[in-house]
């Protein structure tokens, strides 16, 4: 992985981390190479950790003309875009990146929506969850800054008693 890339994060909200780990768990499940593209085509992760940080011209194009699919055939691979089923995924009404299974069309076919839906659903779950985590922060922060507010005007009521 290219240096300083754990740390970005894509327009989908999401680490590179958090989407290492969605490509992992559903590669787990169904056992295919997993790739996930953000919104400009690039490899965010894979489960062939060499892909990350390349481009791939199909998930732009997906992006671009608004695709509900794209497959690659096999005699139209390249380096950077092998043979397989690439669909967007879709947060807040937008496509913000596109789900990439590598595998011959009938291997692959069979759960592609179900691996589109299940991207999805870890993404919401995952940004509810920061959100939620951001919403504790600003509660404890204003809490915080609460309490030193009230100690203040303490403070200050204890002079005007002390200078009345």
Known sequence: M????EER?????????SAQRIVDEISG???????MMD?????????????VGHFHAGAKRIV???LPELYVRPEDATPTVRAGLNLPITHGGRTVGVIGITGAYE?????????KKMT??????????DEKRLDQ?????FRARLRVAQSRIQQAVQLVLIFS
């Open 9 to 17: 994060r894509t327009n989908v909200e999401l680490s590179v981390q």
């Open 120 to 129: 999805e659903i870890l993404i919401r779950e995952g940004n509810e969850q």
């Open 29 to 35: 499940i169904v056992g295919q190479h997993i790739n």
């Open 137 to 141: 922060r600003v509660r404890r922060r």
């Open 64 to 66: 671009e003309e608004g």
């Open 2 to 5: 290219p240096q300083g890339v």
């Open 39 to 51: 919104e400009r085509g690039n490899i965010i992760a894979s489960t062939d950790g060499t892909r």
């Open 107 to 115: 291997q692959v076919i069979g759960y592609g929506q179900v691996v």
